[in-house]
């Protein structure tokens, strides 16, 4: 039982690193990006890639780096230059970005799934309440827990923090106060998907590589995100908890239901709250 | 909703003269139709059109949700899957006669959307684009997890009856019939859609979808018209798959998935989704653009994605929305 919640918690981590960065995004540009499941995909074989060739931290540097250069780059053609538009229109093209990243993705690497290898330093299992768990595993919800703990101290703590939280509740006004929303915007965007970078590589050896494989994600936190209320940081994070943990349970204990329990949680909260969880702010 | 949804209001000419008008035209559009299988002699050609219309049928009905509801749905083709899989799965175990599984299939994916519109129509923009999304995705779960339903993954191939309603059914799935029912159809949903969008209700439902709380304030009621035109939306795309179920004899949980919702909506919006006509001229436009890109077909989903974004960019509007403002700037210079 102890090991199928931690397996949970895994899950829940990943969802949470991508549902973070759409919080984030949504925050300060109001729009739902709809590439960052291709992103997650697209991070995960550039740090296959290297990882494939003995450089496994490597990989999961430069697939960071590089995915937050794509969300700063994101941000300034796409995000920046359609914020006077309709918000449908920004998703709309982002909508286009995933099918131009597929396609990219299918070309480079080709259709076939591959097998991310796990890190030599993570290799191998630790025994917990009696059971063998992967230390890989573990890893993962490290990972997670230090992105949740570093983003939360860094929105409370930090000047810049402080602006971003600011930003998010009302970037107009918070323009007024003399902050530059454009250029907290770009390094908001490109830590957003710098952080789907990040879980694409981390969830790597846990999943199977393939150019479909951030859709299935994307869908999940998106209902972790309306969960927890759009633009909620703690919001993301507890939905993604309670996601991960139906997702596991509900596929030992009740497989016919299991990929229709998020479904129904999300219909469900959205009739009884519709704004979410924790509420919005839009 | 600006830029997506907000047409230009007709002008309030004689309601009659434009109706008249509208019917000139179907009319005109119909015997066309009734005599394209006498003119194009490819069989491939009008099996080729057959699909092209089934696709103007689901863009149209993403984008009368746009036109009518300024919603932007990502799982429209829950409804075109539900049609086509209620017909295929009462027709092969012969639970129903043809007839009335017709009936069921349309009338099924019509209320279950009208309920669901009862409350997506209360949520709106980006969070309405997620949650279609995943209530779309729902459908296709349940129709690929559920093996018993109709071989899950595997789809299901069925027999048609011999007869529907007295019509010998083989024909449905010639390609030079087809072509003249599906287009028929088209041509008299989209009629049907002007005529609804100049009613009152379709009145009613345009003002809830401006401002919600006037339309409230000056007395209407304003969840009953958007669940009523979430109904006529999935409505056509059940028709959709009804016709695409029966022509091909085959059901499969793709009919379901998010990425036919998402071209669907692609094609409405580069047709142009303020315009009634806008999503079918889209669907015809990248049904051409396919042909043309047969040899690249590795990269088609990229060609997709590509004209999407530089539509969206260069002409909100578009295709129909860049030939109004050419005809209107050809009128004035004249």
Redesign the interface.
């Given at each position: 039982m102890a090991i199928q919640l931690l397996n949970g918690i895994v899950y829940g981590g990943l969802l949470y690193l991508l549902a973070v960065g759409l919080v984030l995004i949504?925050g300060l540009r109001?729009?739902?990006n709809f590439a960052h499941g291709a992103l997650f995909m697209l991070g995960s074989y550039i740090g296959f890639t290297l990882a494939a060739a003995g450089h496994w931290w490597l990989g999961l540097l430069v697939s960071v780096v590089a995915m937050a250069a794509v969300g700063c780059l994101l941000d300034v053609l796409v995000f920046r230059s359609?914020r006077k538009?309709?918000?449908?229109?920004t998703?709309?093209?982002t909508?286009?970005?995933?099918?131009?990243l597929?396609?990219?993705v299918?070309?480079t690497w080709g259709k076939a799934y591959l097998s991310y290898p796990v890190p030599k330093l993570l290799d191998g299992t630790v025994t917990i309440a009696g059971s063998p768990f992967p230390i890989y595993r573990l890893f993962i919800i490290v990972v997670s827990l230090l992105v949740a703990g570093g983003l939360a101290a860094w929105l409370r703590y930090t000047r810049m923090g402080l602006y971003v939280r600011a930003a998010s509740t009302n970037a107009h006004v918070t323009s007024i106060q003399g902050i530059d929303v454009d250029r907290l915007s770009l390094v908001v965007v490109g830590l957003g998907t710098a952080l789907a970078g990040l879980s694409g590589v981390v969830a790597g050896p846990l999943l199977t590589l393939s150019p479909t494989m951030g859709?299935y994600i994307l869908?999940d936190s998106?209902?972790v995100?309306?969960i927890g209320g759009?633009g909620s940081f703690a919001g993301a994070f507890f939905a993604a908890l309670l996601i991960g943990q139906i997702h596991n349970l509900g596929a030992i204990y009740l497989p016919?239901a299991a990929?229709?329990l998020p479904?129904?949680l999300?219909?469900g909260i959205?009739?009884w709250r519709?704004t979410g969880f924790a509420g919005?702010r839009t | 909703?600006?830029?997506?949804s907000q047409g230009d209001v007709p002008a309030a000419s004689s309601p009659l003269l434009k109706t008249r008008g509208l019917l000139a035209m179907a009319l005109a559009a119909l015997l066309l139709g009734v005599a394209a299988p006498r003119l194009v002699s490819s069989q491939l050609m009008l099996s080729l059109a057959t699909q092209a219309i089934f696709d103007a049928l689901l863009a149209t009905s993403v984008g009368f949700l746009v036109l009518q509801n300024g919603r932007?749905s990502?799982g429209q083709a829950a409804f075109f899957g539900l049609g086509g899989y209620a017909f295929g799965v009462l027709v092969a175990r012969g639970l129903m006669a043809a007839e009335l599984a017709v009936l069921t299939a349309l009338a099924l994916p019509t209320l279950v959307a009208f309920l669901l519109g009862l409350?997506f129509a209360?949520?709106a923009?980006?969070?309405h684009?997620?949650?279609t999304?995943?209530?779309g995705?729902?459908f296709y779960?349940?129709a690929f997890?559920w093996r018993e339903l109709a071989k899950g993954d595997d789809g299901m191939a069925f027999n048609l009856p011999p007869r529907i309603f007295g019509f010998d059914s083989s024909l449905l799935q010639d390609p030079s019939v087809m072509v003249v029912v599906a287009w028929t159809i088209l041509v008299l949903a989209l009629l049907g859609l002007a005529l609804f969008a100049n009613s009152r209700m379709g009145q009613i439902a345009a003002a809830v979808r401006d401002n919600a709380e006037r339309a409230r304030f000056i007395g209407h009621d304003t969840t009953i018209p958007p669940a009523i035109v979430y109904a006529i939306s999935a409505l056509l795309a059940a028709i959709a798959g009804l016709l695409q179920a029966t022509y091909n004899g085959y059901i499969a949980p793709q009919m379901f998935h998010?990425s036919l919702s998402?071209s669907a909506?692609?094609m409405a919006?580069v047709g142009g989704a303020q315009f009634i006509l806008g999503p079918a001229i889209g669907a015809v436009c990248f049904f051409i653009l396919k042909d043309f890109a047969g040899r690249f077909a590795?990269?088609?989903?990229?060609i997709?994605?590509?004209?999407?974004?530089i539509v969206?960019?260069v002409m909100?509007q578009g295709i129909v929305g860049l030939l109004k403002a050419g005809w209107f700037r050809m009128r004035r210079q004249a």
């Amino acid at each position: 039982m102890a090991i199928q919640l931690l397996n949970g918690i895994v899950y829940g981590g990943l969802l949470y690193l991508l549902a973070v960065g759409l919080v984030l995004i949504f925050g300060l540009r109001e729009v739902v990006n709809f590439a960052h499941g291709a992103l997650f995909m697209l991070g995960s074989y550039i740090g296959f890639t290297l990882a494939a060739a003995g450089h496994w931290w490597l990989g999961l540097l430069v697939s960071v780096v590089a995915m937050a250069a794509v969300g700063c780059l994101l941000d300034v053609l796409v995000f920046r230059s359609l914020r006077k538009h309709d918000h449908i229109v920004t998703v709309l093209i982002t909508f286009g970005l995933l099918l131009i990243l597929e396609t990219v993705v299918t070309v480079t690497w080709g259709k076939a799934y591959l097998s991310y290898p796990v890190p030599k330093l993570l290799d191998g299992t630790v025994t917990i309440a009696g059971s063998p768990f992967p230390i890989y595993r573990l890893f993962i919800i490290v990972v997670s827990l230090l992105v949740a703990g570093g983003l939360a101290a860094w929105l409370r703590y930090t000047r810049m923090g402080l602006y971003v939280r600011a930003a998010s509740t009302n970037a107009h006004v918070t323009s007024i106060q003399g902050i530059d929303v454009d250029r907290l915007s770009l390094v908001v965007v490109g830590l957003g998907t710098a952080l789907a970078g990040l879980s694409g590589v981390v969830a790597g050896p846990l999943l199977t590589l393939s150019p479909t494989m951030g859709n299935y994600i994307l869908i999940d936190s998106f209902i972790v995100v309306v969960i927890g209320g759009l633009g909620s940081f703690a919001g993301a994070f507890f939905a993604a908890l309670l996601i991960g943990q139906i997702h596991n349970l509900g596929a030992i204990y009740l497989p016919w239901a299991a990929t229709m329990l998020p479904f129904l949680l999300m219909i469900g909260i959205l009739i009884w709250r519709p704004t979410g969880f924790a509420g919005s702010r839009t | 909703m600006t830029a997506l949804s907000q047409g230009d209001v007709p002008a309030a000419s004689s309601p009659l003269l434009k109706t008249r008008g509208l019917l000139a035209m179907a009319l005109a559009a119909l015997l066309l139709g009734v005599a394209a299988p006498r003119l194009v002699s490819s069989q491939l050609m009008l099996s080729l059109a057959t699909q092209a219309i089934f696709d103007a049928l689901l863009a149209t009905s993403v984008g009368f949700l746009v036109l009518q509801n300024g919603r932007v749905s990502f799982g429209q083709a829950a409804f075109f899957g539900l049609g086509g899989y209620a017909f295929g799965v009462l027709v092969a175990r012969g639970l129903m006669a043809a007839e009335l599984a017709v009936l069921t299939a349309l009338a099924l994916p019509t209320l279950v959307a009208f309920l669901l519109g009862l409350v997506f129509a209360r949520i709106a923009g980006v969070a309405h684009a997620m949650l279609t999304l995943a209530v779309g995705q729902a459908f296709y779960e349940i129709a690929f997890r559920w093996r018993e339903l109709a071989k899950g993954d595997d789809g299901m191939a069925f027999n048609l009856p011999p007869r529907i309603f007295g019509f010998d059914s083989s024909l449905l799935q010639d390609p030079s019939v087809m072509v003249v029912v599906a287009w028929t159809i088209l041509v008299l949903a989209l009629l049907g859609l002007a005529l609804f969008a100049n009613s009152r209700m379709g009145q009613i439902a345009a003002a809830v979808r401006d401002n919600a709380e006037r339309a409230r304030f000056i007395g209407h009621d304003t969840t009953i018209p958007p669940a009523i035109v979430y109904a006529i939306s999935a409505l056509l795309a059940a028709i959709a798959g009804l016709l695409q179920a029966t022509y091909n004899g085959y059901i499969a949980p793709q009919m379901f998935h998010w990425s036919l919702s998402g071209s669907a909506l692609i094609m409405a919006v580069v047709g142009g989704a303020q315009f009634i006509l806008g999503p079918a001229i889209g669907a015809v436009c990248f049904f051409i653009l396919k042909d043309f890109a047969g040899r690249f077909a590795e990269y088609w989903p990229a060609i997709v994605g590509s004209v999407l974004v530089i539509v969206t960019l260069v002409m909100p509007q578009g295709i129909v929305g860049l030939l109004k403002a050419g005809w209107f700037r050809m009128r004035r210079q004249a």
